[in-house]
DNA sequence: GCAGATTACTGTACGCGTATAGAAATACAT
DNA sequence: ATGTATTTCTATACGCGTACAGTAATCTGC
């Protein structure tokens, strides 16, 4: 009790298989003792649960501590006993949530499937914009979609990259994969509100066109021009990362 | 003033090249007309500038709307007469800030010019990571900027790519840039906090081995293997961009 | 002068995430 | 029985962004 550090939030956490788990303290073996302190009236699934019930009904805006907290009758504090915050609960929901997600027919080459499984994985989330906010936070915590990452990396191997390289171009794609849907779903945001900020190309006046001739020339065609196939981006990045693999021989 | 929409927000913008728009309305012609309204007794600049102090001083997190208000000695939602919303004033900030920026010495060839501005956008970025936040809301508003994309967007062009294709080269490095900054700044972030989740390696356990063997492999030393160096990566990228040129004939 | 019109600002209020302190309810050692 | 440790939950409070409604100060046309 000296000047240590004081141990807190102890209760166990929420297991994102939907187990509740058993509270190693309590007896020594797997049958889950009795707990020590005042007995809970707060049920960790019931939280977890009721947060995606909003989420599915009124979207990720609706979701507030306060909300959950009054809709499973309890207080908004009661709830940081089971989550250290909001992004945290963000985080346990969403591992519940990609539970049934099938996985796709893949091609067999591998090179192929490496792109099949950006491609898959970008139009997963693309899905549910949401789990943007989410997935910064804790990497992929969901056991269920860590399959991709395998995929990508033994795809990799298979093609010749170093171990580190393989992981290196899994980073490299879910980057990418990453930045593309944000900028994408601000830009569909942007377009949703009425009065829309100026694109940046509506700036561009005469002194600019000197010093920045080639966007002032695309400048008209430049909302345009901006959309692409992320089939097309992901295959180009896929080879250029396959070519540094050194040649089989 | 039958059923249409309101004009609201009236009020000339603040321009980010700390030059006062001067009312569009008093005057037809240059000469900064009188005002029609009750005079202002905020300067726009001087928003903008606490802003900017707060920023440098104490950090992004330190911004506040009621911060800036208190110090320019005023009201909360008096700032809201000229910015929007707090993501304007950040956006505004930014605009500001990165005026001083020396361009750096480039390559001529263009495959290699590429790559180095690529990878100076986002050590630009890596330096001040609050704009991080600020970038997916407006593009690069900042006109101080724009040279790199049309960097980017010319050496594509030079090595035979079409005009969409360069623009899409240009803003699939963009997207990388920014996923890998995004990420990299969160596992900085979740590095610093003590009590930290358990990395996702942490939880590769006895069944899931099976099926993910190759994770599970590379599970120890997965920490390590994340990292990569983003120059090596986005030579990768820029190589498989150019590689869907048309060959030079 | 005086009545709008127009612009700039104030006051109040809502819901938010969460820090902090303490109260309540249990198990356990004495 | 009686304290003590442990855990869970409650009460209160802070600062946040900003919606909304009103007030104040100016210009314009009469």
Redesign the pocket.
Known sequence: MADGEK?KR???PIDPDNREVPDR??APDGTA??????????DPQAIVATARRIIDEEGVDA?????V?REVG?????L???VR???ELLLLTLAGTSTALPRPQLPEDPRDRMIAVAVHMHGLIRRMPWVLKVLVRGDVTDKKALWMAEEIIECALARGLGEAQAVHAYRTLWHFVYGDLVFTAARDQRAAEPDRRPSFTALLTGQDAAELPRLTELAPRWEELQRYDVEEQLTAIVDGLLSRARPPR
Not at 33 to 42: N, S, T, V
Not at 74 to 78: G, K
């Open positions: 141990k102890t209760p166990g303290r309590g003792g009795r707990r020590r302190g005042r007995p809970r009236r707060l979701l507030s501590m306060r909300r907290a309890s207080t908004p504090m009661a940081y006993t089971y915050d909001k992004d």
